[in-house]
């Protein structure tokens, strides 16, 4: 089984452009979130979508949103990059978003320039 | 507010010797607790669970982890290293919302 993926790998984007990052979960997964960790940090939460609607938010601004569409996939969007959005963007599924064994895809490396 | 604490920031171990990383959490309430691992050039991957039950919480690859409720914390363990141990762990708490909230992360290095 494929595990959770995420696209793209790596990315660079100029202050003030707006950044798209995608997430396929786990088949049968209904839950994504998205974390950011950024160097020498822990993985902050950004948002969590179960069954296309939003469950969570954190403390991020408005610059950030996402959306999860019919197969479960998601995209997290950042709008108005500055350089202190340049971090490792997460994605992690699980069956039911009830904080029961989520699993983490590889990332995206967002660097801000 | 839940917040996760770990205290050990950066760990240096010779092989087959014992670990164990502090985790201290903040919530009074029911809590799941998790440790990952991230290897260098990986993504997170799950060590191990607490949400209920026996304390002694076993894991992958040798570790294990107790919940000690009254002191709040989850320390990981595991009796002797090795080489391939060198990583990254992250702490990490789920509460009363389907977030995890996750510690600074202890950083390992395990020399031969």
């Known amino acids: 089984d494929a595990g959770v993926t995420q696209s793209p790998t790596h990315l660079i984007k100029t202050r003030g452009q707006h950044v798209t990052l995608r997430c396929s979960p786990i088949s049968g997964h209904k839950s994504v979130s998205w974390y950011q960790q950024v160097l020498g940090q822990g993985p902050q939460f950004i948002f969590q979508y179960y069954e296309k609607e939003e469950r969570g938010r954190g403390n991020f601004p408005d610059r950030f949103s996402a959306r999860q569409f019919p197969n479960y996939s998601s995209e997290l969007n950042v709008n108005a990059l500055l350089l202190g959005d340049s971090a490792l963007y997460l994605c992690?599924?699980?069956?039911?978003?009830?904080?029961?064994?989520?699993?983490f895809g590889s990332g995206t490396r967002l660097t801000v320039v | 507010a839940q917040s996760v604490s770990q205290h050990n920031h950066h760990v240096i171990l010779s092989e087959a010797a014992s670990l164990e990383l502090g985790c201290n959490y903040s919530y009074g309430g029911t809590v799941n607790l998790f440790w990952y691992v991230q290897y260098p050039g990986q993504h997170l991957q799950l060590l191990l669970k607490y949400f209920s039950g026996d304390p002694l919480v076993k894991g992958i690859k040798g570790f294990e982890a107790e919940f000690i409720k009254s002191k709040f914390s989850f320390n990981l363990r595991k009796p002797s290293v090795q080489w391939s141990d060198t990583a990254e762990y992250f702490c990490?708490?789920?509460?009363?919302?389907?977030?995890?909230?996750f510690g600074t992360g202890t950083r390992l290095q395990v020399f031969p």
């Open positions: 992690a599924s699980s069956p039911s978003g009830q904080g029961y064994g989520y699993t």
């Open positions: 990490a708490v789920n509460a009363d919302t389907d977030k995890l909230i």
